[in-house]
C-alpha cells in the first residue's frame, strides 16, 4: 500500500496561487493512478483531478484550466497547480492513490483562500 503525505497548503490571497505536493512511499507508485479531492466545511469530499500512470489527466468541469495536475515518478510525488485562487476554494485538500484494488488517502492539507 502507498503512504501519502501532503504539503504545500496556507493562506493566500484571491487571485493567488498555490502548488501542493503530495509524497508517496512503496513501491508501485509509477503504477499508481493518483488524484486530488477536496472537503470544505460542512460539505461532502470532491474529485479535483487524476492523473494516471500513463499520464492521462483528468479535472472537475469547474476547475479545468485553473488548476493543473502532474507526477514526477523519479521523486515519487504528484502535485497540484492553483492558479486564480478564489475563496470558494477554501478546503482540505486530499491525496489520493489507486494500485490494483486497493487505495491509499494522505492526512490533507488545508488551503484558504482569502477574499
Known amino acids: 500500500q502507498v503512504q501519502l503525505v501532503e504539503s504545500g497548503g496556507g493562506l493566500v490571497q484571491a487571485g493567488g496561487s498555490l502548488r501542493l505536493s503530495c509524497a508517496a512511499s512503496?513501491?508501485?507508485?509509477?503504477?499508481?493512478?493518483m488524484g486530488w479531492y477536496r472537503q470544505a466545511p460542512r460539505k461532502q469530499r470532491e474529485f479535483v483531478a487524476r492523473i494516471t500512470a500513463g499520464g492521462s489527466t483528468f479535472y472537475a468541469v469547474s476547475l479545468k484550466g485553473r488548476f493543473t495536475i502532474s507526477r514526477d515518478n523519479a521523486k515519487n510525488t504528484v502535485y497540484l497547480q492553483m492558479n486564480g485562487l478564489k475563496p470558494e476554494d477554501t478546503a482540505v485538500y486530499y491525496c489520493?492513490?489507486?494500485?490494483?484494488?486497493?487505495?491509499?488517502w494522505g492526512q490533507g492539507t488545508q488551503v484558504t483562500v482569502s477574499s
Open positions: 489520493n492513490g489507486v494500485y490494483g484494488g486497493s487505495q491509499s
Open positions: 512503496g513501491s508501485f507508485f509509477s503504477d499508481s493512478s
